[in-house]
């Protein structure tokens, strides 16, 4: 946790005003995803509509409050503000949010207005008195959220935190965010506890060897939360949307927004941008990693190279048709309402991206998962096969 203070001066206005506008609009703040009911799927294209309609705002900030501020009241709110302006930087490795479930900003907001009041408390500041603004920037190996807070009436004059009050504020937004995954851990020791007692005749190891079998079963059906995607520099949001439009003009007007159901020159025209998008910087290594994954898997079953190379094939063309399959949803979002493109651009080519992205994270993860499955289960019969042989061997010592 980083955190600097700003005294009242009209230097330090200006300073907090620049911070905000940077932390509120720089490239990669999450201006959030839309909250879509259960009636309605995000990757349709009424979930795209949604998606671009819902959160009109060109900015990422968020407060204590559930609407989205205006930037305006914020820097007039700045502007006017006669006492100590707090800055702090909230920051995990890439990892640990993905472990924890904070790789977006509907994580964030939720852990900050459970926290904030609480960490400024521990600061003698009142929660009726206290004014805060956040954003979280999806930056891939550390995402991180910005908080700018101050007291509506000026009455802390000392803008250095104490050491005991800088670990008091560390503790609060710690345990928040580390909430769930204590109560898992502490569950799932409770748990294997009891099934060791339970099992007290058993073989320890074997217990634990089962209970990761269960959770690389669990990996294999669903995958892993993915991760930050990578940055989507303008060029390539220009080249990626220009594309969606070229598409969205072939594509019929009416019918499911299914890859399946396309006619081929739409078929190969969503091919290509997804053939484009996995030549990515971070979408490359994914699907390289994804070929690798089918060879390992094919190699349980067979050694000859077609073989291998046949299934390293067909990996890339589905995790290719998957991608395609959200280039399709995207296009079809820009065929039924034209503004999309020209109102929303950022924001629409950077939700496609982010949806490739998790496509084929997620897909790569559950092959991960696939083939160390597999890894294990050909472990289980090797040793299966090397008991039958002992029993064999000691057979036929006694004859």
């Known amino acids: 946790m980083k955190l600097r203070f700003y005294t009242p001066s009209k230097k330090n206005q200006a300073r907090n005003i620049a911070h905000m506008f940077y932390i509120a609009t720089r490239p990669g703040v999450d201006h959030g995803e ?27 900030l968020f407060s204590q409050n559930h609407n989205m501020p205006s930037l305006k009241s914020v820097y007039d709110k700045l502007k006017d503000h006669r006492g100590i302006v707090w800055r702090t930087v ?30 400024a408390a521990k600061m003698g500041i009142k929660e009726s008195n206290l004014r805060w603004y956040a954003a979280f920037h999806q930056a891939q190996g550390h995402p991180h959220v910005h908080v700018v807070f101050w007291e509506d009436v000026p009455e802390r004059t000392r803008g250095k935190l104490s050491q005991g009050e800088r670990k008091d504020v560390r503790k609060i937004f710690i345990q928040q965010i580390y909430a769930e995954e204590r109560l898992a851990i502490t569950t799932e020791k409770s748990a ?27 990996q294999a059906l669903s995958g892993r939360e993915p991760g930050i995607a990578p940055f ?15 598409l969205s003009e072939i594509m019929p007007g009416h019918g499911r927004a299914a890859l399946k159901y396309m006619p081929s020159e739409t078929k190969d025209k969503a091919r290509e941008i997804a053939d484009w998008l996995l030549r990515q910087p971070g979408f490359f290594q994914s699907a390289i990693r994804y070929g690798d994954l089918a060879k390992k898997i094919a190699g349980h079953y067979t050694q000859r190279p077609e073989y291998l190379d046949e299934a390293s094939q067909k990996a890339y063309e589905d995790i290719r048709d998957r991608v395609a399959q959200v280039i399709i949803k995207g296009a079809a979002a820009i065929n039924k309402d034209k503004r999309i493109a020209d109102l929303e651009k950022v924001r629409f080519t950077n939700h496609i991206w982010r949806q490739a992205w998790r496509t084929i994270e997620r897909e790569r993860s559950k092959a991960e998962a696939q083939s160390k499955y597999a890894s294990m289960m050909a472990e289980k019969e090797a040793e299966i096969k090397t008991k039958r042989g002992q029993i064999t061997d000691a057979a036929i010592d006694r004859i």
């Open 232 to 246: 989507l520099d303008p060029e390539a949001s220009e080249k990626l949307l220009n594309w969606l439009k070229e």
């Open 90 to 119: 909230l920051s995990l490795k890439e990892e640990d949010a993905v472990r924890l479930g904070f790789t977006n900003k509907e994580a964030w907001e939720k852990a900050l207005r459970a926290t904030m009041n609480d960490a």
């Open 34 to 60: 839309v909250e879509i009911g259960n009636d309605i799927d995000p990757s349709t294209v009424e979930g795209h509509l949604k998606y671009m309609n819902e959160r009109p705002g060109s900015h990422g």
């Open 192 to 218: 294997i506890r009891n099934l060791i007692r339970q099992s007290a005749q058993r073989d320890v190891m074997g217990i634990i060897r089962d209970i990761e079998k269960s959770r690389v079963e669990v």
